[in-house]
């Protein structure tokens, strides 16, 4: 997977759930691979059992429409007018994946700082995270370090319990397995890192650096290859969201994988 589609991923498990109640949410994203950084705005929508995640980057606009019943996503690209379907949960979850998930340890440890997020109260706090991997014929540890941003007892908290007791499981892992296939490592320990800090509250803005550790060529390639995603929520709002934000627009041509 490559940077910016892991934080495709990244920015569909932060807020995704079975909402009560709509919410949108409006910042951006910063990729940074082989220091050269790439900087996207970004909106998402939340409604009932639908996320969808809008991306301006680099004067390119797409959009992202997860439905979670279904388990099927739909990418779109504005300037072609073409949608692309993709399932979750298929290619990542298999029982190796599932073994590495369950291996992988997590810390934080809040500094004491604070920022406001409309109502929210987002405390700073930091994060180290490792998992056992492979990366080739080598056996590495993926290690992702940095700071996590999270509102806790938010009343959206309350809303999307549904979903978090749903999700609540080594075994669920929400990817797009087309996009995926290249560094499946680095889906599954981004997915299982998000998937744990549902429980401590809302994820108001992540930021960590994604690395590999082990004595081989491949994972000394991979260190001087490290990247940093970075992902700032800057305004939410509760207002509701029509659902025809949520379907691929007409005269969109269906592109097969």
Same mark, same amino acid.
């Given at each position: 997977?490559?940077?910016?589609?892991?934080?495709? %991923?990244?920015?569909?498990?932060?807020? !995704?759930?079975?909402?009560?109640? *709509? +919410?949108? #949410?409006?910042?951006?994203? @910063?990729?940074?691979?082989?220091?050269?950084?790439?900087?996207?705005?970004?909106?998402?929508?939340?409604?009932?059992?639908?996320?969808?995640?809008?991306?301006?980057?680099?004067?390119?606009?797409?959009?992202?429409?997860?439905?979670?019943?279904?388990?099927?996503?739909?990418?779109?690209?504005?300037?072609?007018?073409?949608?692309?379907?993709?399932?979750?949960? %298929?290619?990542?979850?298999?029982?190796? !994946?599932?073994?590495?998930?369950? *291996? +992988?340890? #997590?810390?934080?440890?809040? @500094?004491?700082?604070?920022?406001?997020?409309?109502?929210?109260?987002?405390?700073?706090?930091?994060?180290?995270?490792?998992?056992?991997?492979?990366?080739?014929?080598?056996?590495?540890?993926?290690?992702?370090?940095?700071?996590?941003?999270?509102?806790?007892?938010?009343?959206?908290?309350?809303?999307?319990?549904?979903?978090?007791?749903?999700?609540?499981?080594?075994?669920?892992?929400?990817?797009?397995? !087309?996009?995926?296939?290249?560094?499946?490592?680095?889906?599954?320990?981004?997915?299982?890192?998000?998937?744990?800090?549902?429980?401590?509250?809302?994820?108001?803005?992540?930021?960590?650096?994604?690395?590999?550790?082990?004595?081989?060529?491949?994972?000394?390639?991979?260190?001087?290859?490290?990247?940093?995603?970075?992902?700032?929520?800057?305004?939410?709002?509760?207002?509701?969201?029509?659902?025809?934000?949520?379907?691929?627009?007409?005269?969109?041509?269906?592109?097969?994988?």
């Amino acid at each position: 997977m490559t940077p910016r589609l892991s934080l495709l %991923a990244l920015a569909a498990l932060l807020f !995704a759930g079975n909402a009560a109640a *709509d +919410l949108t #949410l409006t910042g951006h994203s @910063t990729v940074t691979s082989m220091n050269m950084p790439s900087t996207s705005q970004e909106r998402v929508y939340l409604k009932k059992s639908w996320l969808r995640r809008d991306q301006l980057d680099r004067g390119k606009a797409y959009t992202y429409i997860y439905d979670l019943k279904d388990h099927a996503i739909n990418a779109l690209d504005h300037s072609l007018r073409q949608s692309r379907l993709y399932e979750m949960n %298929a290619v990542p979850n298999t029982p190796e !994946a599932r073994a590495s998930q369950k *291996d +992988l340890k #997590l810390e934080t440890r809040a @500094t004491g700082l604070k920022h406001a997020l409309g109502a929210w109260n987002c405390q700073e706090h930091e994060l180290e995270a490792r998992m056992p991997a492979e990366l080739g014929p080598e056996k590495v540890t993926v290690e992702l370090g940095g700071k996590v941003w999270l509102a806790r007892g938010t009343r959206e908290q309350k809303d999307l319990q549904d979903f978090f007791k749903a999700m609540d499981t080594p075994d669920f892992l929400m990817g797009v397995p !087309a996009l995926a296939k290249s560094s499946p490592e680095h889906t599954r320990a981004l997915g299982e890192v998000l998937r744990r800090l549902f429980n401590q509250g809302m994820v108001c803005a992540i930021e960590v650096d994604i690395k590999y550790e082990g004595g081989g060529r491949m994972a000394e390639l991979a260190r001087r290859m490290g990247t940093r995603l970075k992902l700032v929520y800057e305004n939410a709002s509760t207002d509701a969201v029509p659902d025809e934000f949520f379907v691929v627009p007409p005269g969109y041509r269906r592109v097969t994988q």
